[in-house]
């Protein structure tokens, strides 16, 4: 994930294709600040992926009665569809903790770079 840290307002933003390099206040050029993804990141991806396969499945067993997708009969309905909406809103949690997590770590090399120049 990219950001724009700007050394004069002391502000991140997040990068965007559109967007140049300059600070929307105070139209000075901003630094460019590179930051991966938290663990929470990545329990966002497995989780987003276990609630599409889930989907999947469902669609294939109630909408097109595929054989591979049977053992969803097994299965409580509302407790399937309960559980797949519990993945997604668990992913949404986690992908705010890791967007909170991304920014402090911009800010925090942003100013780093900033008193070191
Ligand atoms: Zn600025």
Redesign the pocket.
Known sequence: MRYWY????D?IRPMKRSADGR??????D?VQIRVKHSIHGYIMYALDIVAAIMIVLYLAHYQFDADFASFVRAVNEVAYIGAMFALIFVSFIFSGLDMVRMQAEALRIGREGRDGT
């Open positions: 700007c050394p004069r307002d502000r600070c929307d206040i105070c139209l000075q901003c």
